[in-house]
């Protein structure tokens, strides 16, 4: 039977956790921009408490946090995967690294209007 059609696996499946945990300390310990967006997101949190977010806002910003972190994940995971196929200088794999960095700032640039467009009128009412 081939692994797509193998037979469901709890085990298997327990297993897949715990190499997406993995990749999240991964992620926290050796990626410098990952960390400034977890710091980001303590400080939103903080202030979304402070101001009693509603709960469609605190929708917003959870959405906007986890699809920054998670492409900050695939963004990093892109960029290694390219070094240690290419580790010489290769202008596609560079034009390949810079859109996925791209993506994180797309998405990081929209977060933060979607931040100003809560917060500004709590802070400023």
Request: charged share 15%; proline share 3%.
């Amino acid at each position: 039977m081939s692994k797509a059609h193998s037979r469901f696996s709890l085990l298997a499946r327990l297993r897949s956790f715990a190499h997406a945990f993995r990749g999240l300390g991964v992620l926290v310990r050796e990626e410098h921009n990952a960390r400034v967006h977890l710091l980001a997101l303590v400080v939103v949190v903080l202030a979304g408490w402070h101001w009693q977010l509603s709960g469609l806002e605190w929708v917003a910003v959870l959405l906007c946090a986890a699809g920054v972190l998670s492409l900050e994940a695939v963004n990093s995971s892109l960029e290694n995967l390219a070094d240690k196929l290419s580790p010489g200088h290769d202008p596609l794999v560079g034009k390949a690294k810079d859109l996925a960095a791209a993506a994180v700032l797309i998405f990081a640039f929209f977060s933060a209007l979607v931040g100003a467009i809560i917060f500004l009128p709590k802070i400023f009412p």
